[in-house]
């Protein structure tokens, strides 16, 4: 899969792409990132943005440069413009990306791109309701749930199937040792060596975390045969403390 990313500092992916899955993603040929600085394609490097037209205050990135790059990619797959106008990203966007032979991710500054790049947009994501500085981190949080999707990018593969959302709940509460820390014990079932009790248990906690943060995910939840016995103890158990 080939990752397009039209952005004005291409320098700070790169340590991003030294470490875990991308790197994983990259080393096995699963995904291929090409950087295109704006600068590259004006007339002069400082010829990237210039003011809005109306007298409005701040720099809108220019348009011929970017149009430039997307002309010259030859497979720019789906082209993507991270927003905080686009539709909210979500893990079923991110398979469905992931599907794709090439993505084109164009990076904004200032007060954004000119609004006739729009014509040549497949889709606007926002990553959600607060303003960044840029669509670098937009580009990153999408190069990192894709490549976090391809085959053999996590040390365990199925360490990411109880992961939250992806599970269509959210994940149960870990712990590792010290098995004391400062009087925090971790709870007693983990270290029982009763591995059903285990699942049960992590399966019950996931169910509550859910039942307490994101009751809306169970509308859309993939439910096991035991979950609704394991949400009615849940309730009761919720109705004793209040
Ligand atoms: C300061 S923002 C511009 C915001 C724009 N004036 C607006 O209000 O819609 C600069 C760039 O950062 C990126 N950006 C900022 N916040 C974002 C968000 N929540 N989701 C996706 N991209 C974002 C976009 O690429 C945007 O063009």
């Excluded at 039209?6 to 994983?24: A, C, Q």
């Excluded at 004391?180 to 009763?194: A, F, H, I, W």
């Excluded at 169910?207 to 509308?219: A, W």
């Amino acid at each position: 899969m080939k990752i397009h990313i039209i952005t004005l500092f291409p320098e700070v992916f790169e340590p991003y792409l030294k470490v875990g899955p991308v790197r994983k993603a990259i080393e096995t040929n699963q995904i291929e990132v090409h950087f295109y600085n704006p600068r590259d394609y004006a007339p002069s490097p400082k010829e990237v943005d210039d003011y809005p037209f109306g007298g409005f205050s701040g720099m809108v990135l220019k348009i011929e440069p970017i149009h430039k790059i997307l002309k010259e990619i030859e497979n720019k797959g789906k082209v993507i413009l991270p927003t905080p106008q686009g539709k909210l990203l979500n893990q079923k966007m991110i398979a469905e990306l992931e599907k794709e032979s090439a993505i084109t991710i164009i990076c904004g500054r200032y007060k954004g791109v000119d609004e006739r790049i729009t014509k040549f947009v497949d889709l606007e994501i926002s990553i959600g309701d607060y303003i960044l500085s840029g669509g670098e981190i937009p580009a990153l949080i999408l190069l990192d749930a894709i490549s976090r999707m391809k085959e053999g990018t996590l040390g365990n593969k199925d360490s990411c199937l109880t992961d939250s959302i992806i599970s269509s709940i959210l994940d149960a509460p870990y712990y590792t040792r010290p098995q004391d820390y400062e009087g925090e014990k971790v709870p007693e079932v983990l270290t029982s060596g009763d591995h059903e009790k285990v699942i049960r248990w992590a399966r019950k906690e996931a169910l509550k975390r859910t039942l307490l943060r994101r009751p809306e995910l169970f509308y859309k939840a993939l439910l096991k045969k035991d979950d609704l016995i394991f949400i009615k103890e849940i309730e009761e158990e919720l109705r004793w403390k209040t």
